[in-house]
């Protein structure tokens, strides 16, 4: 069609090719919604580059003119959207069954629950005190998490780190790596209360309450090639490595002789050395707070298991028969047996004492050997 053919309305069913008609043809007028209807044009059959810049305006799109109802499901689709703010919408993603992944209000509050039901990906953000460290979830200052219900972390990449790592940084009073608080009603009396990695340099602190059932235990290297069993009697060998004035580690061996003064303490639990590393042979922490191994920490896991031994608190110790039976509240010492104890002669608490039986005994000859339940006095 010529410029100068006039056209009041256009009602057209199939295509129309944007190229034959002239900017005097394609006019608001002609395109108004009474002469055009949406589903007289065919998906990719107008071009928007053929349009002139004098019908596409915001006037011709404004909220006026395009109502939501025009806009059907699935008709507007955009991998972007520049500039200015969403107001007054709620933006959802992966609505789970029942409530939601995650959602966005119109009020601005955001929404979290129900992970389980979908995948939920938390970007990385750069380490606030070191780059060399990636934090996948960052929050400011102030009660940032709250939850109420059950927390549950799993590590599943081994010597990777711990599964929960609290750091607490400063040196006011109250700033503790982990404190943790028992009420049993909301707003209560606190029942009992600890904390983690104290300000003061405790590795652990009872606020209010006990700590118990109370059992405690030392490091100790045990050649690979040395028996043991667990509630067998322990003597210190050599000293292995010292670390501060806190750590020590030594080599150990089931006791010797009768009221050995070199009594350790009781095997617990026995492990490949390379299992775990002991705080004695600790050199230095990482920038991420990882503990390095010391450098002698690779010939030691060759030859020895880590052994724990049982020092104070209570539990039990493998007595023989050798010096009668053991009566409630009798010291024990060690026997000629390697490893195991048998009843003290006297009433004293005496450097070669092992423990304080709980319980009466009676052995059927002097090699019969017991478990005997008790209160270690190994220091």
Known sequence: MPGGVSVPSLNISGTLQTY?????????S???????????????????????????????????SISANQITTGTLSANRIYGGQLNGVTIKISDGSPGFTFEVEASGRALIGNMLVGTAVIGSFPDVVSSAGQNTLQMGQGHNLT???????????????????????GSSSNNHGFRAIRRNTAGGSIVSS???????GNSFYSEVGTVGPFTA?????????IPTEDGMVLEDVTCVRKRGVSDAIFEARPVQGMASKRRAGVVSHRAPLADSLPAALIASLDE????????????????????????LGEGQ???SGANGDIEQGDFITSSGLPGIGMRQDGDGLMTYTIAQARESIHFDSPTDVRLVACYYHCG
């Open 20 to 28: 034959q008609l002239s900017a005097a043809v394609i006019t608001t």
């Open 30 to 64: 002609n395109l108004a919604t009474q002469n055009l209807s949406a589903n007289q044009i065919v998906s990719g059959t107008i071009s928007t580059s053929r349009l002139g810049a004098d019908v596409i305006t915001t006037t011709n799109f404004s909220a006026q």
């Open 147 to 169: 939850m109420q219900g059950y927390f549950r972390a799993n590590g599943r990449v081994a010597n990777d780190g711990a599964t929960v790592q609290v750091e607490g940084i």
């Open 194 to 200: 600890g904390i983690v990695a104290t300000v003061g």
């Open 217 to 225: 235990s030392h490091d100790a290297l045990v050649l690979k090639e």
């Open 288 to 311: 991420d707070s990882k503990p390095i191994p010391a450098d002698c920490y690779a010939a030691l896991c060759e030859r020895y298991d880590l052994v724990h031994m049982n020092a």
């Open 317 to 319: 110790v493998l007595v």
